[in-house]
């Protein structure tokens, strides 16, 4: 009995205890630290938790699956005008809001997954483009939805009668969700769904012969993937308190790709370092420019070239992400504790 | 009991005749060998079976039609295979390819995922499953390499892999496609030995198809023998070897 329950044990939530202990930490440390940033940091802050949980969306899609979306700034739209919608046009609660922006990018998503059935690679790639495209082209219509061009206003939440109007207490709500997130996204990863993720992207013939509906799990994958997108886009459009498209383009996606693979494609870690690395890095970037030249704006050509070849060098120097750096550093801390994994 | 029926099979890559008119069956509790020339169509009937092409003719397991069935029903049915050159998943682990085997019994989709641990999640049966993958694994002597990436494997080490990937999913007919190919002697009379356990304490049929004689002779309690997609030969080990037919298939002598 005493060895079963090690054997089951061998694999909790982050793998050893100590590493669980440390995660704990963490988290901790984060929720406590950010009561006290002012709005430059927490903006930083907010914005990478969310970045986080649709990044988590899109490597399950990418780095697990195998599949492929360029459409994610889209879907995070869908996300944040349906909460908008369903919380000041139809009078729902919050949370129940939020559920259901993420069902209904769900559904949404599954649709624009559709083609991944005969698609694969660039050409799925192209059909994706093609589903950012139709859903931009979709909120500049819906004014009755989206508000159009104008954009439309959102209330950050009040849950029984607890305000999270401060940045720093909303903080905390975009971090529940963040680590509920990364829960979930380690238990698909462990279980007999994300090893059906990985069986359809390594080998699709295999694994249907092995009893794999390759259909279902590529479903599965787009449904989940558009439901992160979508909760994130919610916890994205309460926290500018306003929903304007622009938010939600072309360039948004690609962005949210570059982040899934510099952080590390098919690795919770990875969703997260990805975001925190695109977030900070312009920001490392103005600094340095500010420190050049006190007229920042004509350096704004150059930073895009800098981040560029930085993402480059990126992915010839740790073709794995930061997700492998991240392991290294964990595994090296870890052995100068001299703490036995 | 006939447990698996080949009817009148037939299958066409374009003007290339690959099957023609192949009819046999396999009883429960046999083990039933398929040898041939190379391109007599051997892995392509395996295919057939396992929902790969879709030939003309019939195909029945315990008397439900399977042509034209979706591949993933087939490990429900009791049909599993291992192929010939090896169909792991990469970058996956021992374990969690073992386990991609038995899953197609587990009950956990989206939701029972997300409640991992609460009691309508799917931690128990994950439990279940990973015990029984390790016990397959203890069998075929993997056990110390479970954690281990399955590509950093040696190929031997490898095709035992597919062989626990088949045996969790409690195959009633197994499909070995070259199951010894590549192996060392001793590795090849592991492998036989093991394939004989399953088959006789465990009640796995057996559908084999081995280049490698000497295992096909030892183990076999039919075989079957196909050239140019058409079965010429049928019966026990003895039989076919005296076959003037085979003789000719194979060492070219006029029959």
């Avoid at chain 1, 870690?269 to 050049?292: C, H, Q, R, Y």
């Avoid at chain 2, 682990?93 to 609460?118: A, E, F, K, Q």
């Avoid at chain 2, 050239?227 to 194979?250: C, H």
């Amino acid at each position: 009995m005493d060895s079963n329950k090690r054997s089951n044990c061998s694999r909790p939530l982050l793998g050893t205890r100590h590493e669980c202990i440390g995660a704990i930490g963490l988290i901790v440390a984060v929720a406590v630290i950010s009561q006290f940033l002012d709005d430059y940091f927490l903006t930083l802050l907010t914005t990478i938790s969310i970045y986080a949980l649709a990044g988590m969306g899109l490597n399950l899609l990418m780095g697990n699956t195998g599949l492929i979306s360029i459409a994610h700034a889209g879907f995070m739209g869908v996300g944040a005008f349906s909460s908008a919608y369903l919380i000041h046009d139809v009078g729902l609660p919050v949370l129940l809001s939020i559920i259901l922006a993420g069902l209904i990018t769900s559904a949404v998503g599954m649709f624009f997954g559709l083609p991944s059935l005969r698609l694969k690679g660039v050409y799925l790639a192209m059909a994706s483009f093609a589903a950012q495209i139709i859903l931009y082209w979709a909120f500049e219509v819906s004014r009755w939805f989206t508000g159009g061009q104008d954009g439309r206003f959102v209330d950050r939440p009040t849950i029984l009668g607890v305000s999270f109007f401060e940045s720093n207490h909303y903080y905390l709500f975009v971090l529940a969700f963040t680590v509920i997130g990364a829960i979930v996204n380690f238990n698909i990863l462990r279980s007999k769904l994300g090893r059906a993720f990985s069986a359809v992207r390594d080998r699709a013939i295999a694994a249907e012969l092995m009893g794999i509906n390759v259909f279902r799990t590529k479903m599965a994958a787009f449904g989940l993937s558009t439901f992160y997108a979508g909760v994130a886009g919610a916890l994205f459009g309460f926290y500018l308190e306003f929903v304007a498209i622009q938010a939600f383009t072309l360039f948004i996606s690609i962005q949210f790709l570059a982040m899934v693979i510099i952080g590390g494609l098919g690795k919770v870690s990875g969703s997260i370092l990805g975001a925190a690395f695109i977030v900070i890095l312009p920001e490392v970037m103005d600094s340095i420019a500010l420190m050049i030249t006190p007229n920042a704006g004509e350096m704004a050509p150059i930073r895009m070239g800098v981040f560029g070849l930085i993402v480059v060098v990126f992915l010839i120097y740790e073709p794995h992400g930061l997700a492998r750096s991240w392991r290294r550093f964990v595994d090296w801390g870890l052995a100068r504790m001299g703490v036995n994994r | 009991m006939t447990l698996l029926d080949v009817n009148n099979v037939s299958l066409a890559f374009g003007g290339v005749q690959a099957l023609s008119d192949v009819t046999f069956t396999v009883e429960e509790g046999e083990i039933f060998s398929i040898i041939g020339p190379n391109g007599a169509g051997k892995t392509t009937l395996l295919n057939c079976i396992s929902g790969v092409y879709p030939p003309t003719g019939t195909i029945r397991m315990e008397g439900v039609e399977i042509v034209g069935m979706k591949p993933h029903k087939r490990p429900k049915l009791g049909i599993t295979r291992t192929f010939q050159n090896i169909a792991l998943f990469p970058t996956e682990s021992v374990i969690d390819n073992v386990l991609v085997g038995s899953d197609y019994m587990l009950r956990s989709g989206v939701l029972r995922t997300c409640l991992y641990w609460t009691p309508l999640g799917c931690s128990a049966g994950e439990a279940r499953a990973r015990e029984a993958a390790l016990e397959a694994l203890g069998i075929l002597g993997l056990e110390e390499f479970a954690d281990a990436p399955v590509a950093d494997l040696p190929y031997g080490s490898q095709k035992r892999v597919e062989l626990a990937r088949a045996m969790v999913a409690k195959p009633k007919l197994l499909l070995l496609d070259e199951p010894t190919a590549g192996m060392t002697t001793t590795e090849k009379q592991e492998l036989t030995e093991q394939v004989k356990v399953l088959n006789a304490d465990h009640g796995v049929s057996v559908v084999m198809i081995e280049h490698d004689m000497g295992v096909v002779m030892k183990i076999s309690h039919r075989i079957m023998v196909l050239d140019f997609g058409k079965k010429i030969a049928e019966g026990s080990p003895a039989e076919v070897t005296d076959n003037p037919k085979v003789r000719k298939a194979y060492l070219g002598e006029e029959a």
